[in-house]
C-alpha cells in the first residue's frame, strides 16, 4: 500500500452490516446510472441491487488517531463494471446516514448527496456470536423494518453464480464506488481484507423507498435473493474521491 495513499485515508470499523440484495431486471436501474456506465450484469438483463445497513464509527486518519465520530449508514447500491479495472464496482444509488450533523459535514467533504436518516439496529447473539434476531427500523421516505436470523456461519454457495469466490467478490468485495451528484461522477476506492459474511433467513423485510424508486416492485421487497452478514470489518477509505473523465 503507498505510503501516500494510506496518509489520506480515514479508518472505519463497521459492526453489524447487512447486506440485503434482489435479482431485479436492468431496465430498472438504467436511468439511475450515467451513461457511460455499464451495469454488471450477472443473468442476461439481470442485475443485483443491494440494500447495505450498518452501524460505523470512525477511528481517525489511518495515521493520526482522533476520536471517533459516529458514522451509521444505510445506502441502495447496484453494481457496475469499472471502467479502469474491467472489475466490478459498487454504484451508490442512494445513501443515508443516522447523524445529522455527520450527514453535513460527509455531504460537504464527499460531495455525494447524502440525507439524514434516522434508524436503529438492535442485534440480539448467544454466547458463541451466533445471531438470534437481527433487527433494523427507521424512516428513509417511509417507515422501514428489516428483521433476519442467521441461518449458516459461512456463505457455501450464491446461484447464479458459479463459485462462492465470484458471489463474494461481486456483492461484498469490491474495492471501488461511483456516485454522483447528477454533475459528477465520482470513483472512490477503499480496503478491507476479504469478507467472510454469514448467511441469514428474512423474517420481515419493509422497505417502501425501494418501490417508491421504481427499483424492486413491493410484493417482492420482503423476498429478497439473499441476505449477508458481516458482524465486524476494519476498513479504509482513501480521500479524497477522483472525479471521473
Known sequence: MAILKKLFSVEMRLHDMLYVSYLIPTERLLARIPNNFRLAEVQQGKVFLSLVIFRGRTSGAATIPTPGIPFDQVNIRTYVIDPATGKPAVYFVHCGISGSLITFLYRILSGMPVEHTPFAIRTRKDMNGRYGAYE???AWHGRFSIKAGQAAEKVA?????????EALSYLIDPLAGFYSDSAIVRRLEVFHSPLEPRLCS???VRFPYLSSLGLVEEEEVARPHNILLV????FLIYLPARKTA
Open 136 to 138: 433494523a427500523s427507521g
Open 231 to 234: 458482524p465486524y470489518t476494519p
Open 157 to 165: 454457495a450464491l446461484e447464479p453464480f458459479p463459485s462462492r469466490e
Open 202 to 204: 428474512p423474517l420481515e
